[in-house]
């Protein structure tokens, strides 16, 4: 098997934006506060969406800017599950786990970011 970069799906940090976005959705299925169930989840779906609207577009550059935003959007993310452990519409340790795991998709978006910089 490869390990080359054809396509988005490829892409390990839009694989793991996609497991946190679905478990999300599942955590918030049935919840009584409409409104933050749908920002979270709408900033959940940002994550993977720009990572593959960016990988989609034309240039490097521009390709970058959508990941920047992806970051950007895995940060209002772990905002929202911050207010979710406080507000205990989430357990601690479901939270904490979906905070570390978003850490890590935004640490990956970095990275990421920093190879398209330097080689490309």
Do not use: H
């Not at 970069?5 to 793991?16: A, G, R, V």
């Not at 209002?76 to 519409?89: C, G, H, S, V």
């Amino acid at each position: 098997m490869s390990d080359k970069i054809t396509k988005f799906e490829d892409l390990n940090t839009w694989k793991e934006a996609m497991r946190l976005t679905s478990d999300i959705y599942k955590s918030f299925l049935i919840f009584k506060d409409f409104g933050f169930r749908d920002q979270i989840r709408r900033s959940a779906v940002s994550i993977p969406s720009n990572i593959a609207e960016g990988y989609e577009r034309q240039s490097n550059k521009e390709f970058i800017q959508f990941l920047f935003i992806a970051k950007g959007s895995a940060a209002e993310l772990r905002t929202q599950l911050y207010l979710a452990k406080d507000f205990q519409y989430l357990n601690k340790e479901v939270a904490d786990d979906f905070i570390e795991r978003s850490r890590k998709i935004s640490a990956m978006t970095s990275k990421l970011i920093k190879s398209r910089k330097e080689n490309f």
